[in-house]
């Protein structure tokens, strides 16, 4: 059993965020939550993701997880922003139990990210 | 190259590595060739073990200037704060049921006193000075007919920040309340002379400065009104004090740990002291960093260090391969921020943000300097990862 808190792909993603950083326009989210900092910004291409960047004050994990999503997302429809769960990330990388809470304020970020993705593409659009 | 051999241990004040004569000295103790016989044993071979724990017993006597029936070996510091503080308030109930001590002290002290507080003892909790170190004034006014003991620690174990001892034991010593000190990181590292110091308890153990691990000692000082009731049973070694059998490998390490830090204290000190300097010289001008607790008034094998805008747990898994430290080690694994840390007025965020550098002998000027590179090269990789504050 490892004594490590941190698997290597977690250390990986950690040590390289690539998509750490802001991209320009208005597709943005703040989220400020359990002493974490979290922003993620957004480009669209055709209903596409083109593009994902983050920013984050917070632990390895959440870090990690960041730039995880930032990976998988770019290039998929803008939707499945609106239906992104972290349970799939806290698996993959993996996140531990007690830090599910700091990873669903990722979750949240995302889905606000979704958000403002929707309204911006359909300014007239009711929420659901 | 592996991980083990990029590795950088700054982190000397939660252990180090024995020294080579004193683990020497401890297998003498050990196997079929020395004297592994029970120290209890009345025969040959068992009073040869005695001979050897007593002649360690002289060293660490030696080391801290008293006589060796003063002291009482256990299993390390934690233990020999139990058994003085548990041990003592017990010893003198009747004598009055307010202690003092602060809030900055180990768990191995906090502890205890939080135990005698629910059975019924009136316990006044100090918070230092902004600069980690105690008001000798307001300590004064806290003390009351009724106080019958106080423990404070010589050097705090994360920020490095010597207290007077001197001072708080005279104030003491003046009411008749008995002083115990923590001195599990000054015991080998600091000059101590219990002739001279008015402490009627105190806690050291071995493996802060090259010894093994499982081995400590309490110094019960012979004066009227000074005693401990045992917290174990179950033989008369010790005077009944700290019955069962005595560790002769252990203690020999110990008497052999404190020849040794005799004979090098005065070079240990500058060697630690220009490593301190030059390591905060090469990391002082990043903004936002500070040092918790005062400078001048800290031993120089600690340095603690804050910085706004970081999260703390990032920083550490960015300065890898140093071994450092966030808060104290037996707390690290907890994500409060350091209760040390909060005491001294720091934020949530800048303690939790806290790291711990602790050098050593073998601590080289190269290391020092490539913790230097790693800190700087870390800040600035998490400072650009964190968005702004939301407006």
Redo the contacts between chains.
């Keep these: 059993m490892s004594t490590d808190p941190?698997s290597p792909r977690v250390?990986a993603l950690?040590a390289q965020?690539a998509h750490?950083g802001t991209l320009e326009g208005p597709c943005r989210a703040?989220v400020?939550e359990q002493?974490l900092?979290?922003?993620l910004f957004a480009t669209l291409e055709n209903d596409r993701i083109a593009a994902l960047r983050f920013?984050?004050?917070?632990?390895?994990h959440v870090?990690a997880a960041a730039e995880a999503f930032c990976t998988e997302f770019e290039g998929r429809p803008m939707e499945e922003l609106l239906d992104f769960s972290t349970s799939d990330l806290m698996q993959s990388l993996p996140v531990p139990v007690e830090k599910t809470g700091r990873i669903l304020v990722l979750e949240d970020a995302v889905r606000s990210l979704g958000s403002v993705v929707r309204e911006t593409l359909n300014p007239d659009s009711e929420e659901d | 190259m592996t991980d083990n051999e990029r590795m950088i241990y700054l982190d000397y004040a939660a252990s180090t590595p024995v020294d080579p004569g004193v683990l020497e000295a401890m297998t003498v103790a050990m196997t079929v060739d020395g004297n592994y016989a029970n120290p209890s044993s009345t025969h040959s071979e068992g009073r040869e073990s005695i001979e050897l724990i007593a002649r360690a017993a002289g060293q660490l006597a030696e080391l801290l200037h008293t006589s060796p029936e003063r002291l009482v070996w256990t299993s390390g510091a934690t233990e020999s704060d139990n058994l003085a503080i548990l041990g003592a308030a017990s010893y003198r109930k009747d004598r009055g049921r307010h202690l003092v001590t602060m809030r900055t002290e180990h768990k191995a002290v906090t502890d205890p006193f939080s135990e005698l507080e629910k059975q019924g003892f009136d316990v006044t909790w100090l918070d230092p000075e902004a600069d980690g170190r105690l008001d000798i004034d307001r300590f004064a006014g806290t003390l009351r007919d009724d106080t019958q003991l106080v423990s404070i620690m010589h050097i705090n174990n994360e920020t490095g920040v010597i207290q007077d001892i001197a001072s708080l034991g005279e104030l003491c010593r003046d009411r008749g309340i008995v002083f115990h000190v923590d001195a599990a990181q000054s015991c080998g590292k600091l000059p101590i002379d219990l002739d001279a110091l008015p402490v009627d308890l105190m806690s050291m153990t071995a493996h802060k400065f090259y010894g093994p691990k499982g081995i400590g000692a309490l110094y019960v000082a012979d004066r009227k009104g000074v005693h401990v009731e045992p917290l174990l049973f179950g033989g008369g070694q010790q005077r009944r004090l700290r019955p069962g059998t005595l560790p002769t490998q252990q203690i020999v390490g110990f008497g052999a740990t404190a020849g040794v830090a005799l004979s090098r204290m005065a070079k240990d000190i500058a060697h630690l002291t220009a490593l301190r300097d030059r390591f905060w010289s090469g990391i002082k001008k990043i903004p936002g960093v500070m040092i918790n607790g005062s400078i001048d008034h800290s031993f120089p094998g600690i340095i603690n260090v804050s910085i706004a805008?970081i999260?703390g747990?990032?920083l550490l898994?960015?300065l890898e391969p140093l071994c450092v430290a966030t808060g104290s080690a037996c707390n690290s694994k907890s994500q409060e921020p350091s209760y040390v840390l909060r005491a001294l007025g720091r934020s949530?965020?800048l303690a939790q943000s806290a790291i711990r550098f602790s050098f050593g002998r073998p601590t080289t000027e190269a290391e020092v300097d490539t913790a230097i590179e790693l800190y700087c090269s870390a800040v600035t990789k998490l400072r650009?990862?964190?968005?702004e504050?939301?407006a």
């Design positions: 941190y250390r950690f965020p750490a703040v400020d002493n900092r979290i922003r920013k984050a004050w917070a632990c390895p870090i | 805008d999260e747990e990032s898994l960015a949530d965020e650009y990862l964190a968005p504050h939301a």
